[in-house]
């Protein structure tokens, strides 16, 4: 089959790999109809996470077709139509159990080796490298899904590809960074990156009661969709100083909830952000944590910082002591996707939310290699890109 | 009291551990790393002769802040240089006697029993052994080295107390010499059972043990926590994650 594969930095190709089958009794196999580039692919794409193998088949946000069930697969049979969440979770362990899906103990066959690195290992993610599970991933025609009953979500209304597919990842990801954010009546949350993880935290921040948004970006069309679909303020950051900015619009309470949907790829400006740039080519830095420093600054006292960006190892020059003597709260984590899937889905069926506009492209798998470049790039308005197999 | 992790803590023998390699630079290596890379990227912007010139001045002051050309030697030899790469590098650990921990989902006298089931156990092993049961409590071991030979033991279960413990020998005339012990013990609340798989080989007395481990390129620490994380994921999950027949532009069935 053919499959979208990562050969180093700044290099995915379409390869011709294996058919993926069943291996385990509640494994199914699906072939994927539509799968989308995240923007966490690009921290791959950027070799900036580790263990990362050459030929690695990528992608975490699929859906399609089931062609295939193990024997001890009940809920899907072949011809469900199916979304699949990015974490691989047992439902059986003491963290399923308590929804926390993205930390199952049972789905990482390299758990020894997340151990050594992070102390312990979260689940098993699709096409986010070794140390992650290094499960093949859906940019490719046909996937294998481990604990088939626990994760896919069947869709069985009429809904398009378009409108369903963001269940996997950055839906339920938005969502969770603005249920994280902790928000009540008369708060004001900021959201750094409007990236599509950015524009689903918005749109969630909105739904969850919050009386105004900030997004913060320098993309002008990314600024112009936090606008025109997540009613917010927009900051560019190039133009003008966040934190006057931030502290103008709160009265100097600063926001009550700060989301970086920004992560580990910063980019910033000044000279720490030179600095952290020239760390990290040396090896000397994993993250360049300019976002989390600047909304540890900005955030009110005793407010909440969550964190939905993907950070891949460590960080310098981060202000420990602003984040105590603040009382900041942190919420972080890879999202439990399976805990939102449900309730998300009932969201978009009831016309309350329509996640297809983040849509910016939608092309053929082999046009994949071109538009991680665009993607990357932000060319050509790039927001979020979707792969036909 | 004692948590199950603190006590597993406590247990766990010191592994030898390489320093991680931070900048725990002092104030004068900070204003130097800042100052060297403010003057990189400057020189690097001017795109001149006079530019490359300062990029270089300001690239010594970084080397320097950062303690000198051995350590960025390092740095530079590590390979994608991510946590996982620094991680790698860390010498592999063959302590010939290791103790680990895990907490499972079930209770200790069902752990005891899936224990004693010989194809539970196999499978549990399977990373490490073709384990077959010979008769009763005797198994024999096949581990298949890095170079296509292949080395052998049998064991005998010497003690068993149901709901608590099993533990296994090998005569003390095998090839490689070694002994396990898996303890069963109630975790707080909801938590299930602590499990505790110890392995010894080359019991006390001798170095045969280590030197053969290393031919084997077996690593007791590491065969220890994934049998762990395999007999948790079988008991909880009734399965074991597998990369078997995955595929990637390398074939099918992927290993680390």
Redesign the interface.
């Known amino acids: 089959?053919r499959?979208l594969?990562w050969?180093g930095r700044q290099d995915v190709?379409i390869?011709e790999?294996?058919?993926?089958?069943v291996?385990?009794?509640?494994d199914a196999v699906i072939e994927v109809t539509a799968t989308a580039i995240c923007g966490s692919d690009l921290h791959l794409y950027h070799?900036?996470?580790?263990?990362m193998?050459?030929?690695?088949?990528l992608g975490h946000e699929p859906m399609g077709r089931v062609v295939e069930v193990g024997s001890?697969v009940e809920t899907l049979a072949e011809g469900d139509r199916v979304v699949v969440p990015f974490t691989?979770s047992?439902?059986?362990?003491?963290f399923c159990?308590h929804d926390l899906y993205s930390l199952c103990?049972?789905?990482?066959?390299?758990?020894?080796?997340a151990?050594?690195?992070m102390g312990h290992s979260p689940a098993?993610i699709f096409g986010y490298s070794?140390?992650m599970?290094?499960?093949?991933g859906g940019q490719?025609e046909y996937m294998?899904v481990?604990?088939a009953d626990v994760g896919p979500i069947k869709i069985e209304s009429d809904l398009t590809d378009e409108q369903v597919l963001f269940l996997s990842d950055i839906f339920p990801t938005g969502h969770m960074a603005a249920e994280n954010a902790d928000i009540d009546e008369y708060d004001t949350v900021a959201v750094w990156g409007c990236g599509p993880v950015g524009q689903f935290a918005i749109q969630s921040a909105d739904l969850l009661g919050a009386d105004r948004v900030v997004a913060i970006d320098r993309v002008p069309e990314r600024l112009a969709m936090a606008r025109e679909h997540g009613d917010a303020v927009t900051i560019d950051y190039e133009d003008e100083d966040v934190y006057d900015r931030l502290m103008g619009l709160t009265g100097g309470r600063g926001p009550d909830s700060c989301i970086d949907a920004v992560g580990t790829d910063a980019h910033g400006t000044g000279?720490?952000a030179?600095?952290d740039?020239?760390?990290q080519r040396?090896?000397?830095e994993?993250d360049r944590p300019t976002v989390l420093r600047e909304a540890i600054r900005c955030c009110r006292k005793g407010g909440t910082l969550s964190v939905p960006g993907v950070y891949?190892?460590?960080a310098?020059n981060f202000p420990m002591g602003p984040l105590m003597n603040k009382a900041i709260t942190v919420e972080t984590g890879q999202t439990h996707v399976q805990r939102y899937l449900g309730p998300l889905l009932d969201q978009i069926e009831s016309g309350n939310i329509d996640p297809s506009f983040v849509v910016t492209h939608d092309e053929p798998l082999e046009k994949g290699p071109e538009l991680y470049e665009t993607f990357n790039d932000k060319e050509d308005d790039c927001i979020k890109v979707v792969l036909r197999p | 009291m004692a948590t199950p992790e603190t006590a597993h803590e406590r247990r766990r023998p010191e592994a030898p551990r390489e320093e991680s390699g931070r900048v725990t630079g002092t104030l004068g290596q900070g204003v130097q790393f800042v100052l060297g890379t403010a003057l990189v990227e400057y020189g690097r912007r001017q795109q001149s002769r006079r530019g490359t010139a300062v990029a270089l001045g300001g690239g010594a002051l970084v080397v320097r802040a950062l303690g000198g050309p051995a350590w960025l030697k390092r740095v530079f030899t590590e390979r994608n240089g991510g946590v996982t790469e620094r991680a790698a590098t860390e010498p592999a650990a063959r302590e010939t006697a290791v103790s680990r921990s895990i907490t499972i989902g079930a209770s200790p006298d069902d752990l005891y029993e899936r224990w004693r089931d010989p194809e539970t156990f196999a499978e549990i092993l399977g990373h490490f052994a073709e384990v077959t049961q010979l008769d009763g409590d005797r198994f024999r071991w096949t581990v298949h080295g890095p170079y296509g030979q292949d080395i052998g033991w049998e064991t005998h279960v010497v003690e068993t107390e149901p709901g608590h413990l099993v533990r296994w020998e090998t005569p003390t005339d095998a090839v490689l010499p070694n002994e396990g012990t898996v303890r069963f013990q109630p975790a707080p609340g909801d938590r299930g059972t602590v499990v505790t798989l110890s392995v010894a080989f080359d019991p006390p007395g001798g170095t045969l043990g280590s030197a053969a481990l290393e031919q084997f390129d077996i690593a007791p620490k590491t065969v220890a926590g994934v049998a762990l994380d395999r007999f948790k994921s079988l008991v909880e999950s009734g399965e074991v994650p597998t990369l078997d027949g995955n595929p990637s532009g390398r074939g099918a069935g992927d290993a680390v």
């Open positions: 089959m499959a594969t050969q190709r390869e790999v294996p058919r993926p089958e291996v385990n009794p509640t070799g900036r996470v580790p263990s193998r050459e030929g690695d088949v001890e691989i047992c439902g059986a362990c003491w159990d103990d049972n789905t990482n066959p390299n758990a020894e080796l151990r050594e690195v098993g070794h140390m599970g290094g499960y093949a490719a294998r481990p604990h000279v720490v030179t600095s740039r020239v760390k040396l090896k000397l994993d891949v190892g460590r310098d």
